[in-house]
């Protein structure tokens, strides 16, 4: 109710009862105030104090995924150098687990940039015995190139990464990367394409002959009111036709993302859970 006050209370806690479970709840609290305080600083200065002595415990996963989430919400203020700090006191699988945690949340937030820094390193951290990590690493780098050239090889490697290797709600993020990275590729309708006539979007002589041939037919209708009708009928068939397609389009664009949402939305309860 009062964080300012509780930071304190902390403070004096871990003064009184160093190394003992009382500092180490302190700190991890002290971290999550921060944090959702967006004190920056203070926060990284916490983390970095549980690294060094607290690493081991057995709450130290909480404490990775508030260190995840303060990396990704403000990588900007963090950095390469301050980050590397606090990883410096941790072991080669527990630095990769970082990695790969980051890798993942940056992912599923869409920040691109930090996810290929965060697989690069998880990757550069794997063992040839670590096939697990490795196939979560395949999958963050692959979700994180979706958006570039080479879909179609990004989408033949996420195919390829063993299921068996991966946790429910990975399983669920690679079917939400396959089903984009599938979009992705999939050739336009050309019936999804079709526009009405536009002078400033064809050529001179086009645009020019097209006018001339509305003019003729506007005086054809004056003359022959019967041809006039026919060609409002048939225009409005046309119309119809195309309102009917664009609507199919929108209509399996919009399933597809439901599936998406769906799937994602598994996935961040999990997280949350």
Same mark, same amino acid.
């Given at each position: 109710?009062?964080?300012?006050?509780?930071?304190?209370?902390?403070?004096? =806690?871990?003064?009184?009862?160093?190394?003992?479970?009382?500092?180490?709840?302190?700190?991890?609290?002290?971290?999550?105030?921060?944090?959702?305080?967006?004190?920056?600083?203070?926060?990284?200065?916490?983390?970095?104090?549980?690294?060094?002595?607290?690493?081991?415990?057995?709450?130290?996963?909480?404490?990775?995924?508030?260190?995840?989430?303060?990396?990704?919400?403000?990588?900007?203020?963090?950095?390469?150098?301050?980050?590397?700090?606090?990883?410096?006191?941790?072991?080669?699988?527990?630095?990769?687990? %970082?990695?790969?945690?980051?890798?993942?949340?940056?992912?599923?937030?869409?920040?691109?940039?930090?996810? %290929?820094? =965060?697989?690069?390193?998880?990757?550069?951290?794997?063992?040839?015995?670590?096939?697990?990590?490795? =196939?979560?690493?395949?999958?963050?780098?692959?979700?994180?190139?979706?958006?570039?050239?080479?879909?179609?090889?990004?989408?033949?490697?996420?195919? =390829?990464?063993?299921?068996?290797?991966?946790?429910?709600?990975?399983?669920?993020?690679?079917?939400?990367?396959?089903?984009?990275?599938?979009? %992705?590729?999939?050739?336009?309708?050309?019936?999804?394409?079709?526009?009405?006539?536009?002078?400033?979007?064809?050529?001179?002589?086009?645009?020019?002959?097209?006018?001339?041939?509305?003019?003729?037919?506007?005086?054809?209708?004056?003359?022959?009111?019967?041809?006039?009708?026919?060609?409002?009928?048939?225009?409005?068939?046309?119309?119809?036709?195309?309102?009917?397609?664009?609507?199919?389009? %929108?209509?399996?664009?919009?399933?597809?993302?439901?599936?998406?949402?769906?799937?994602?939305?598994?996935?961040?309860?999990?997280?949350?859970?």
């Amino acid at each position: 109710m009062n964080d300012a006050a509780a930071l304190e209370l902390f403070d004096l =806690a871990r003064l009184m009862a160093p190394g003992t479970l009382v500092e180490e709840a302190a700190l991890r609290r002290s971290l999550f105030i921060a944090a959702r305080k967006n004190m920056v600083d203070e926060a990284l200065y916490y983390a970095q104090l549980y690294a060094r002595r607290f690493i081991n415990s057995p709450y130290a996963g909480q404490y990775a995924d508030l260190l995840v989430d303060l990396v990704v919400l403000n990588y900007g203020k963090v950095g390469d150098d301050r980050l590397n700090q606090i990883l410096s006191f941790m072991d080669r699988p527990r630095k990769r687990e %970082v990695y790969l945690r980051i890798a993942r949340k940056a992912v599923i937030s869409g920040l691109r940039d930090l996810a %290929v820094f =965060a697989y690069g390193r998880a990757e550069s951290l794997l063992s040839p015995s670590d096939t697990a990590p490795q =196939a979560l690493a395949d999958l963050y780098s692959g979700m994180a190139r979706i958006p570039t050239d080479g879909v179609g090889d990004v989408l033949a490697g996420i195919n =390829a990464i063993s299921e068996q290797q991966l946790s429910p709600r990975d399983r669920a993020l690679r079917e939400a990367a396959r089903i984009i990275a599938v979009e %992705v590729m999939r050739q336009p309708d050309p019936n999804s394409l079709t526009q009405a006539f536009s002078p400033m979007m064809n050529g001179p002589d086009e645009a020019g002959g097209e006018v001339k041939r509305a003019q003729a037919s506007k005086v054809e209708s004056k003359a022959n009111p019967s041809n006039a009708n026919l060609a409002a009928s048939s225009g409005d068939e046309a119309a119809a036709k195309f309102d009917e397609t664009f609507k199919g389009y %929108v209509s399996d664009r919009r399933q597809t993302l439901e599936r998406i949402d769906q799937l994602l939305e598994g996935v961040n309860k999990e997280i949350k859970s």
